[in-house]
Each structure stands twice: as structure tokens, then as C-alpha cells.
């Protein structure tokens, strides 16, 4: 069993910036690309990004492009979103999750192209 474990998240105030992590196992974070995700109350799981392991494309939703980022740590075996202007619509918990192969196939893609996820951190934006 592959466990991606997830830091991070919390509350900010409307225009604020906050950033989650995803620690991965090193084979797993070697091979599979990895995409984040989120999930609103009484809503479908969101495909954020999705970052290729075979050429280092990520690729964003329109909701986040420009405000969201993903990188990785080789070194600390772990990945980021960096989240910034934050707005009360991005309130959701949020999950980072390796897909079932090494590349995105062009686009962010749907939970069901993920084989391996985080256990979700909660990000709540509110003034």
C-alpha cells in the first residue's frame, strides 16, 4: 500500500496564501505523476493540476491557473501546492494523488486516473 501523507492547509482570509505539502514515497514520487485535487461540501472531487514525471509539464485547471503552483523536493521526497489569492470558493479539502502512470496524457484528468491518495487537509478561506 502506497501512502502519500499531506501537511499543511487551515484557515486564511480572503487574498491570503497557503501552502500544502504531499510526502511520497521515493519509487512512488519516481514514477507516477502527481496531481492535486479538491473536494467542496456537496460537490464532485475537482481536478487541480497534474505535474508529468516524464517531462515536468503540469497542467491547471482554469479555476487555479495563475494562482495555484505546484513544485516538488526531490530531496524531501515531497511535492507542494502553493496557493495564492485564495477566495472563499476555494474552501474545500484538498488531495494530493499519484496517477496510475508517468505522464498527465495533457490534461489535469479525472479521479478515476489516480491510483494512490493523500488522506485530505482541509483549507477553509473566510473573513
Known amino acids: 500500500q502506497v501512502q502519500l501523507v499531506q501537511s499543511g492547509g487551515g484557515s486564511v482570509q480572503p487574498g491570503g496564501s497557503l501552502t500544502l505539502a504531499c510526502t511520497i514515497p521515493?519509487?512512488?514520487?519516481?514514477?507516477?505523476?502527481i496531481g492535486w485535487f479538491r473536494q467542496a461540501p456537496g460537490k464532485e472531487r475537482e481536478g487541480l493540476s497534474c505535474?508529468?514525471?516524464?517531462?515536468?509539464?503540469?497542467f491547471y485547471t482554469d479555476s487555479v491557473k495563475g494562482r495555484f503552483t505546484t513544485s516538488r523536493d526531490h530531496a524531501k521526497n515531497t511535492v507542494y501546492l502553493q496557493m495564492n489569492s485564495l477566495e472563499p470558493e476555494d474552501t474545500a479539502v484538498y488531495y494530493c494523488?499519484?496517477?496510475?502512470?508517468?505522464?498527465?496524457?495533457?490534461?489535469?484528468?479525472?479521479?478515476?486516473?489516480?491510483?494512490?491518495w493523500g488522506q485530505g487537509t482541509q483549507v477553509t478561506v473566510s473573513s
Open positions: 505535474r508529468s514525471r516524464s517531462d515536468g509539464r503540469t
Open positions: 494523488a499519484a496517477r496510475g502512470g508517468p505522464t498527465c496524457e495533457g490534461s489535469v484528468g479525472r479521479e478515476s486516473d489516480y491510483t494512490y
Open positions: 521515493h519509487y512512488t514520487l519516481g514514477y507516477h505523476a
